[in-house]
């Protein structure tokens, strides 16, 4: 028989891709496409959905055209997807009712500090809704997105509740496109998606109604919570991959989890991307974080318990990178930074902390800003590469340290090496400085497309194209190894200089101006 193969879309930030697996969990072949970021404020940023959706069609065309498939060689469809981004959307016409409202968008601050002063129970706090969601209350997940475009958009309160409207995370919204939009369309999400929300009980996995009241949000407008693996429908007729079935979901960060097969308690990930994240297993037992990371849901697979993590939110990281090229202009391409900060033996003293949008784990600063430190006349461009490249390193330590600190009190054990994959594992010398930084070896997979590979690892035990988690996991392959070469007085005084740094940010947000 003909080998068959499993789609993977990966709706990102900066671009949709489509990638084609083959059944030993490698990419025969792909398509990608960027779309606009739209920054019209400070502090904003939005997608056009429709441009999204339109990105998704034609890569998915571009996947089968590079690889000389059609559809009928495709078993199945996996979603992965930027997390936290909100759509709106008309139900009857498909069109969304305001740009997207990214999840590194900061306009909802004040919504946020209404929430947070004021419980109503006598308590107040940023962790008002932790013990439910697993969440602090923060810009960064969906549920004041939601509300700001509720009452912002002339009529949309009143066309909500109505139930005229649909939210939707990104995922949300391509799987209702993909599966007939206005005519028929789907309109559900996965447990992972769905827990970053502020609107989920993580236990019970269900939309909560008093969280819907608390942000006013009707619930109408929300899609069905299903697992992470499942056929959820099929493509529509009117499209390449008509009659294949759309059966995995999830979030990219548990995308990458998964497809590192980090299926077991304990196992880790760092994926470096636009942001920075580490995800940590933690079974079915939901590990309540007392050093600022978040609990989540890892993944569900159909009617089985649902999987729990904590995970370490980084805002920027590779989004560094295109900072210094674009606004700054730096370097001509992305590509550029390894050479320009090899240029130099080390930071030259400078300290680069990227607090665009605050600071999110484990401090959870929505008051810091950016900050470049340690500024002398003996600072070159060299060194401004090297000081951004090792600022995702030193935030991804502290990330690290409070997951040790997190493990250590329930009594599991401090992690003794990290998988890592995403953009910027290419990048050598960041993976070495990682290395030397941490402490420990940093190990980087054969297929780093984990994101992807997640999702086709989903959407394939859906469907039976492998087995089980176990077949998965014979799958996983190393492809580098970097061991620390950092003496540790050395490490230790740098990374006192970075804390040093990370709190020249702290209080830069003044309500008056």
Known sequence: MAERYVMAIDQGTTSTRAIIIDHRGRAVAGGQAEHAQLTPRPGWL?????????????????????????RHDIEAVGITNQRETTVVWDRRTGEPIAPAIVWQDTRTQAIIDELAADAGDGTAGTDRFADRTGLPLATYFSATKISWILDHVDGARQRAERGELAFGTTDCWL????????????????????????LMDLRSCRWDPELLAAFD?????MPEIRSSSEVYGEVHGSQLLRQTPVAGILGDQHAATFGQAAFDPGGAKNTYGTGCFVIVNTGTEIVRSEHGLISTVAYQLGDADPVYALEGSIA??????QWLRDNLQLVSSADEIEGLARSVDDNGGAFLVPAFSGLYAPY?????????????????????????????????REVLDAVNADTARIGGVALTELRVDGGMVANELLMQFQADILGIPVVRPAVTETTALGAAYAAGLAVGYWADTDELAGLWAEDRRWEPELAEDDRERRLRLWKKAVTKTFDWVDDDV
């Open 217 to 221: 949000i009707p619930e109408s407008m």
């Open 316 to 321: 920027v990281a590779g989004s560094l990178v």
């Open 364 to 396: 959870w600063r929505p008051d810091a800003r950016g900050a470049l430190v340690g500024l002398t006349r003996y600072v070159n461009r060299g060194h401004l590469a090297r000081a951004a490249l090792e600022a995702t390193a030193f935030q991804t």
């Open 175 to 198: 799987l209702w496109n993909l599966t007939g939009g206005p005519d028929g369309g789907i309109h559900a999400t996965d447990v992972t998606n769905a827990s970053r929300t502020l």
């Open 46 to 70: 939005e997608h056009d959905a429709t441009e999204i959706w339109r990105n998704t069609r034609e890569v998915v065309g571009h996947a089968l055209a590079r690889a000389n498939l059609t």
